[in-house]
């Protein structure tokens, strides 16, 4: 007689038999239907008070989080976290930028001072830019240029500029703008804040493009009613004033980035933190290990970042031998942290929509992606071409490129004469905005946690936690069949 016993085995008893799993080598078993899959609800917590409304947190690499990113994340209802890999004032005024607007993404239109006699090239392919008095932000805006007037560079800017037309608020939100731009006919219109600065620009066609994406869903906003924005430092002692410098841009979160968090430099950095602003949640890691996430809680953490060598172009494990299988990780952490109220974020290993189910349903609060969402249009860097490719370059932060600008620091590397690399620099293709993206992958996580049974992370979580969820570990042969197979040639479109 058939023993359901025996139908697929609980996470209780596979993470105890010494195997260090990756997402690919487990497959999850369906559970009962009994609801849509548009009714599942994904809302979660970054960390102890923190909550999203999406499960998905922008890695913080300098190929990958700046105030585009950080918007447009913050927008959809997750979040970015900002890079530390430049200097503390940079970074500080990346999360001013982000947390200065309510619209899902960054223009970063030129600004000219009335006496410059800019080139079309000075445009860097926007259609317009800002005049201001002084060339910069804090000046009185003074009018509109417009590229296609750019015809002699030998002309000043203020021979052919357009009068400012109103200005709409840097507080509105996209369908405020948007209403804005239509009630005053206007085909452009500059963001000022409430201090007269000038933020950005807005045009039709940036209201055209936003709507061919899916709805915008419920933001992430802080207390203050600004985009939720959260930014990484080192462990250092020049880390502190950073610290200080983040918070006073309006911080929601400081990440402290680090390939091995469990140090007396992060302990001592958590406990600088949360005495010197203990309204700001600080997340600490990476941690693969419950000793490891031991330390850190109690240390005073509000969230623990999980994951050491599992990115894509991550090369820790293959370096220095020390690490995780991430599916592994993520259990064991979770299995601790989630006790102690410490949501868990899993980073790395992400590659499409069925791992980030994986990682959610084994413990995880949220999913941190790097190389996911590399390649976007919000992402930092230029588009090239390679090999008939559209790409973008993507880096690791253990890579030597981005060590010489200050992320040795990470790895703990700063001090020491021989730099030896943990990561890679590679390209990855265009995947166009995040605005799309995101929400196409959500639908798919939904789906995978419809066939489920769980109508909500939470409940996930319940499964897991009761063994009702189960699961089994897969063959080779079992991967190959679970993938595309058997066909002369395909065309993969997700969405």
């Keep these: 007689m058939a023993d359901l016993d025996d139908d697929g085995v609980p996470a209780s008893l596979i993470f105890r038999r010494g195997y260090s799993y990756t997402y690919n080598d487990l497959i999850l078993h369906p559970g009962l239907i009994n609801f849509p899959a548009d009714a599942v609800d994904l809302s979660t917590r970054l960390s102890r008070n923190i909550h999203l409304a999406i499960p998905c947190v922008a890695s913080p690499m300098d190929t990958v989080s700046e105030a585009a990113m950080a918007v447009a994340m913050a927008a959809l209802g997750a979040v970015a976290v900002v890079h530390c890999n430049t200097d503390a004032h940079i970074q500080a005024s990346i999360v001013r930028a982000a947390k200065s607007r309510r619209l899902p993404f960054v223009s970063s239109v030129p600004i000219f001072s009335l006496a410059s006699a800019p080139s079309l090239i000075d445009f860097a392919g926007h259609d317009y830019a800002l005049v201001t008095e002084g060339g910069d932000s804090l000046s009185k805006l003074v009018g509109v240029a417009v590229a296609a007037d750019a015809t002699n560079p030998s002309v000043q800017v203020s021979e052919y500029m357009r009068p400012a037309p109103r200005s709409a608020s840097a507080s509105f939100d996209f369908e405020q703008a948007a209403a804005f731009l239509a009630d005053e006919g206007l085909d452009y219109a500059p963001l000022v804040s409430e201090e007269g600065e000038a933020i950005d620009l807005i045009t039709s066609k940036d209201v055209e493009r936003i709507r061919s994406y899916p709805k915008l869903g419920k933001p992430s906003l802080g207390a203050d009613g600004k985009f939720i924005v959260a930014a990484s430092i080192g462990t250092r002692e020049d880390d502190k004033r950073r610290l200080e410098q983040l918070v006073q841009a309006g911080a929601n979160a400081i990440v402290i980035d680090s390939s091995q968090g469990n140090s007396t430099y992060q302990i001592d950095m958590i406990k600088y933190a949360k005495k010197m602003f203990p309204e700001v949640d600080v997340i600490g890691g990476n941690v693969v290990t419950i000793a490891q996430a031991q330390n850190l809680i109690a240390s005073g953490v509000d969230g623990l970042r999980v994951g050491m060598g599992s990115g894509s172009i991550c090369t820790t494990q293959e370096v220095c031998a020390v690490g995780r299988g991430q599916a592994t990780a993520v259990y064991k952490v979770a299995s601790y942290a989630n006790d102690q109220n410490v949501p868990v974020i899993a980073d790395g290993g992400i590659s499409f929509s069925g791992h980030i189910v994986k990682a959610l349903t084994l413990g995880a609060s949220t999913v941190m992606m790097g190389s996911f969402l590399a390649g976007s249009h919000e992402a930092p860097g230029a588009y090239e071409y390679k090999d008939g490719h559209r790409v973008k370059k993507y880096r690791g932060m253990g890579s030597l490129e981005a060590m010489t600008k200050g992320s040795d620091a ?21 995947k166009g905005s995040v605005l799309r993206l995101i929400p196409y992958t959500m639908q798919a996580v939904k ?46 479109k997700p969405f």
């Design 410 to 430: 990470r790895y703990l590397g700063d001090t020491l004469k021989l730099k030896v690399a943990q990561g890679v620099v590679g390209t990855v293709a265009d």
């Design 447 to 492: 789906q995978g946690f419809q066939d489920l049974g769980a109508s909500s992370l939470q409940s996930a979580h319940d499964l897991l936690r009761a063994d009702t969820l189960r699961m089994e570990v897969r063959t080779g042969a079992a991967q190959v069949e679970g993938g595309i197979h058997g066909l002369m040639s395909y065309e993969k």
